[in-house]
């Protein structure tokens, strides 16, 4: 993740986007063979209740919309980019704000605020040291970063819309795009792999 985003797109969320899911187990076949592991064993495992993700996309300026609501996880931060053009109302959906502060937050009333709370523990599990269960998902827990699109006044996109100091540091983890400074990510590996190459033929 630190190398490789992963995007997921939260504009409209499934059904059961965000909610638990439990497997059902597959009926038993059998017992095992001597040496061969306990089938029942990895029945247990692969049904382990889990939260529904969102779908992903490619993480790409490409597949970003100004009317999208999208969540990106680099490993130390999950940032929740809200388009500019989204409607004032699903914007609501999704934030609140501090009541000391008044930066925007993730909502903890709205239906759709929990399931963002419930898909953040999710990821986080996900990118566990020591797995699901493990009491240390992460080495730092990844806060959630809101995002707004458009309502900075600092940096410049290519097509000249204004960005935040967040925004510019979004589109930098969007590393399936060329930036300035470094490579699309495919020709990276294939840089990668021929250096790999070069040294091992030595």
Not at 23 to 49: K, Y
Not at 68 to 83: E, M, R
Not at 90 to 108: C, E, I, K, M, N
């Amino acid at each position: 993740l630190s190398v490789h985003s992963n995007l997921y797109v939260v504009t409209k969320l499934r059904k059961r986007d965000g909610e638990w899911i439990v497997p059902t187990p597959l009926p038993a076949t059998g017992s095992s063979p001597s040496g061969v592991v306990d089938q029942a064993s990895i029945a247990s495992a692969s049904c382990r209740p889990y939260i529904q993700l969102p779908r992903s996309a490619h993480p790409s300026i490409a597949s970003i919309d100004d009317d999208g609501v999208y969540l990106l996880d680099n490993a130390f931060a999950l940032y929740l980019y809200i388009g500019k053009a989204v409607p004032q109302d699903v914007r609501d959906s999704f934030l609140q704000y501090d009541g000391s502060s008044h930066a925007p937050v993730v909502s903890t009333t709205s239906g759709t605020g929990r399931k963002l709370h419930n898909i953040a523990w999710q990821m986080r599990s996900f990118c566990s040291m020591g797995g699901v269960g493990a009491p240390l998902l992460r080495p730092t827990t990844a806060p959630v970063v809101v995002v707004l699109g458009g309502s900075g006044d600092q940096g410049e996109h290519q097509h000249g819309q204004k960005h935040t100091v967040l925004e510019d540091q979004l589109v930098t983890l969007l590393v399936d795009d060329t930036t300035p400074h470094e490579p699309f990510y495919s020709d990276f590996l294939c840089q990668l792999h021929r250096k790999i190459q070069a040294s091992m033929d030595g």
